[in-house]
């Protein structure tokens, strides 16, 4: 089935831990996005990939780090987290950044 | 700073037409759009409007003004199921997409 998948869909992290959200498409799209997603916020831009091999930053970068190796996959790392990294971590992929964007279904994220 | 306004909640009955807004300030602007998201789940692409007007699909409309910076949502023949958080979003002069908050959408029968 095509579209965008996230794993995993919950975690429950110890502070401090490493930890890798993955996210794989196979939509052939170019533009890959990491999003968090809080009570009362809209949805907040952490990294963002136009193209394989190119990754940028986003509104709230600090705290994460992405790599895009090639078209499909763009995994999101959480280098040493902290509680305030708790929130639904959504990926999302669009053809190009003049159309709409897919989102996986999102993985729940809680730093204790 | 870019801004997205949206109001945080409405209710509105089944079978009725209700009117979700949204106002920006960006740096540039190069297209709006509007997503559903029901409760615990992803967000999914309603429509999108580059120009001025109305764009119309199905049960729902999208209006566009760029000299005010606003736009609304129209929901026409409600059913139960339009019950979910409505996202506006507007991609800004770097082509990034900057989210309002969301208007979540009580229908009550």
């Known amino acids: 089935i095509a579209g965008i998948t996230q794993a995993p869909t919950s975690q429950i992290l110890a502070a401090g831990r490493r930890m890798t959200l993955r996210c794989t498409q196979d939509?052939?799209?170019?533009?890959m996005y990491w999003y968090r997603q809080d009570l009362g916020l809209g949805l907040r831009l952490i990294h963002y990939?136009?193209?394989?091999?190119?990754?940028g930053k986003g509104e709230v970068p600090d705290g994460y780090s992405v790599s895009r190796a090639n078209t499909d996959d763009f995994p999101l790392t959480l280098a040493s987290a902290v509680p305030s990294q708790t929130s639904v971590y959504f990926c999302?992929?669009?053809?190009?950044?003049?159309?709409?964007?897919?989102f996986g279904q999102g993985t729940r994220l809680t730093v204790v | 700073g870019q801004n997205i306004d949206q109001p945080t909640e409405m209710t509105a009955t089944e079978g009725a037409i209700v009117q979700i807004n949204c106002t920006y300030q960006?740096?540039?602007?190069?297209?709006l759009f509007w997503y559903q998201q029901h409760a615990g789940e992803a967000p999914t692409f309603l429509s999108y409007n580059v120009l001025d007007g109305l764009e119309e699909k199905g049960r729902f409309s999208s209006f566009l003004s760029r000299s005010k910076g606003y736009s609304y949502l129209l929901l026409k023949e409600l059913q139960m199921k339009d019950s979910a958080s409505y996202l506006c979003?507007?991609?800004?002069?770097?082509?990034?997409?900057?989210w309002g908050a969301g208007t979540k959408l009580i229908i009550k029968p």
């Open positions: 990939s136009n193209t394989a091999g190119t990754t």
């Open positions: 960006t740096s540039g602007f190069n297209g």
């Open positions: 999302a992929s669009s053809d190009n950044s003049n159309t709409e964007a897919f």
């Open positions: 939509m052939r799209h170019n533009a």
């Open positions: 979003a507007v991609r800004d002069s770097n082509y990034q997409l900057i």
